[in-house]
């Protein structure tokens, strides 16, 4: 098979969750223990960050891979979903692994992979593992893909694990509390392994400290610790951040990654590397600043609030929960603009009133649905927006959404695009 082939291959032959939804997740790790005893155990030569949590999460995996390949390390990278190509997942200092890698995995271990009944996740958790093992990485960040107890990546014994924080999402799988979902992804933490928590949220601290105490975790809260104060504020492009430590100054960085609420996941990088830093690994303050800095030419990073053009402003953003598009509306409340335009679509196992409620009623919507099987048919979608004060029109696909909504919007105004990662994907 060639590389497209391939692709066809194992998107077709293995439930693949990002397009068909619940019918294939599996909240078992018997399948990917049984792959890794098939390749050898491919994840224990190497060391590994393994990084949770609602939201955040992909941003700060991106930011760690800068700092460790900025620091001189050989860095793995995996993350899900992808945005264009599938290679997106599996990267070394930046480098997505070539087509030929993909092919080969596939074709030695085809017949195993069926045996097994793997899903698309598991068969490619396993990929990333091999291919990190054979390339001699120093050290990978792993990316969970959904909860942590049961996730596929949860194999693996890292050096630290982080937990960025906790909201409402994927409540069918995890549970319809915060305290039931921290509780999830809390089964990340491991014996005598530190463990980072991103944000204090009280209502479920005491899930993470009790966790962290019965296996003997020594656990801190990343925003107890740092602050990142804007000094040149930017929503659509680099802005200058001062970093403090324990109040004291640690260093002023040109961040690029826009939106105010990249700001907590930096905090929750640095605490991962202030932490991980303890266990003997270099990280000079000149390979953080230059980590930060440069971490969308470092790892390929995108989709975070990206902008797209400028007259009109147009930005994306893959957030596609009630935490991630809070922080979308507290983001596009902060921007001039005449009028506001929205190209919006979503899954159909979202939990639509907890999105609908927060999105701004004096914009015009552009309902659309991802071309892919688990996406809401548009029609769906405005029926269930206009309950929340939402109207707009439906259209047969994003990109005429978005193309229509180019042609109707004015120099001064804003298109917004999001409510799912692949209604981003396809404009991207």
């Given at each position: 098979?060639?590389?497209s082939?391939?692709?066809?291959?194992?998107?077709?032959r293995l439930p693949?969750?990002?397009?068909?939804?619940g019918?294939?997740y599996k909240?078992?790790l018997t399948?990917?223990?049984k792959?890794?005893d098939?390749?050898?155990r491919?994840?224990?030569?190497f060391?590994t960050?393994h990084v949770?949590?609602?939201?955040?999460?992909g941003?700060?995996?991106?930011l760690?891979?800068?700092v460790m390949?900025?620091a001189?390390?050989?860095t793995?990278?995996?993350?899900s979903?992808?945005?264009?190509?599938f290679?997106?997942?599996i990267?070394?200092?930046?480098?997505?692994?070539?087509?030929?890698g993909?092919?080969?995995?596939?074709?030695?271990?085809k017949?195993?992979?069926?045996?097994i009944?793997l899903s698309f996740f598991e068969?490619?958790?396993g990929?990333?593992?091999q291919?990190?093992?054979?390339?001699?990485?120093?050290?990978?960040?792993?990316?969970v893909?959904?909860g942590g107890?049961?996730d596929?990546?949860?194999?693996?014994?890292p050096?630290?694990?982080?937990?960025?924080?906790?909201?409402?999402d994927?409540?069918?799988?995890?549970?319809?509390?915060?305290?039931e979902?921290a509780?999830?992804k809390a089964?990340?933490?491991k014996?005598?392994v530190?463990?980072?928590?991103g944000?204090?949220?009280p209502?479920?601290?005491?899930v993470f400290?009790?966790?962290?105490?019965?296996?003997?975790?020594?656990f801190t809260y990343?925003?107890q610790n740092?602050n990142?104060?804007?000094?040149?504020q930017?929503?659509?492009?680099?802005h200058?951040?001062?970093?403090?430590?324990?109040?004291?100054?640690?260093?002023?960085i040109d961040?690029?990654?826009a939106g105010?609420y990249?700001?907590?996941?930096?905090t929750t990088a640095?605490?991962?590397?202030?932490?991980?830093?303890?266990s003997?690994?270099?990280?000079?303050?000149?390979a953080?600043?230059?980590g930060?800095e440069?971490?969308?030419?470092?790892t390929?990073?995108?989709g975070?609030w990206q902008?797209?053009g400028?007259?009109?402003l147009?930005?994306?953003?893959?957030?596609?929960?009630r935490?991630?598009i809070?922080?979308?509306v507290?983001n596009i409340?902060?921007i001039?603009f005449?009028?506001l335009h929205?190209?919006f679509?979503?899954?159909?196992?979202?939990h639509?009133e907890?999105v609908?409620?927060?999105?701004?009623k004096?914009?015009t919507?552009y309902f659309?649905?991802a071309?892919i099987?688990?996406?809401?048919?548009a029609?769906?979608?405005?029926?269930?927006?206009?309950?929340f004060g939402?109207s707009?029109?439906?259209f047969?696909?994003?990109?005429?959404?978005l193309?229509?909504?180019?042609?109707?919007a004015?120099?001064k105004d804003?298109?917004f695009?999001g409510?799912s990662?692949?209604v981003?994907?396809?404009?991207l």
């Amino acid at each position: 098979m060639n590389y497209s082939a391939t692709l066809k291959y194992m998107f077709n032959r293995l439930p693949m969750y990002q397009r068909i939804g619940g019918a294939a997740y599996k909240a078992d790790l018997t399948n990917t223990q049984k792959l890794c005893d098939l390749l050898g155990r491919p994840e224990k030569k190497f060391k590994t960050i393994h990084v949770a949590g609602t939201n955040g999460k992909g941003s700060t995996s991106h930011l760690l891979a800068s700092v460790m390949q900025e620091a001189g390390f050989k860095t793995g990278l995996y993350t899900s979903p992808h945005f264009i190509d599938f290679r997106e997942r599996i990267k070394i200092n930046g480098e997505m692994i070539p087509e030929e890698g993909v092919i080969e995995f596939i074709q030695t271990w085809k017949n195993d992979l069926e045996a097994i009944n793997l899903s698309f996740f598991e068969m490619t958790i396993g990929m990333a593992f091999q291919y990190f093992a054979d390339q001699n990485v120093d050290i990978a960040i792993i990316e969970v893909g959904l909860g942590g107890r049961l996730d596929s990546t949860n194999v693996i014994m890292p050096q630290l694990s982080v937990i960025t924080n906790i909201g409402m999402d994927h409540t069918q799988f995890l549970g319809n509390s915060l305290k039931e979902i921290a509780t999830e992804k809390a089964g990340i933490i491991k014996n005598s392994v530190p463990v980072v928590i991103g944000e204090s949220q009280p209502e479920i601290q005491p899930v993470f400290s009790e966790t962290a105490s019965r296996k003997n975790s020594a656990f801190t809260y990343a925003d107890q610790n740092w602050n990142v104060t804007p000094v040149k504020q930017g929503l659509e492009k680099t802005h200058t951040v001062d970093v403090l430590h324990n109040d004291k100054h640690f260093l002023s960085i040109d961040f690029p990654l826009a939106g105010n609420y990249q700001l907590n996941n930096l905090t929750t990088a640095l605490e991962a590397i202030h932490v991980i830093k303890n266990s003997g690994i270099i990280i000079s303050k000149k390979a953080i600043k230059r980590g930060v800095e440069k971490v969308t030419y470092n790892t390929g990073l995108k989709g975070r609030w990206q902008t797209l053009g400028t007259t009109p402003l147009i930005i994306c953003d893959s957030g596609h929960n009630r935490d991630g598009i809070r922080k979308v509306v507290e983001n596009i409340k902060a921007i001039s603009f005449s009028k506001l335009h929205i190209v919006f679509g979503v899954v159909n196992d979202k939990h639509l009133e907890g999105v609908l409620s927060l999105l701004p009623k004096e914009a015009t919507y552009y309902f659309c649905k991802a071309n892919i099987p688990r996406g809401l048919p548009a029609d769906n979608l405005k029926n269930a927006a206009q309950q929340f004060g939402l109207s707009g029109e439906v259209f047969s696909s994003v990109l005429s959404a978005l193309e229509t909504a180019k042609i109707r919007a004015d120099a001064k105004d804003m298109i917004f695009i999001g409510g799912s990662t692949f209604v981003v994907a396809e404009v991207l």
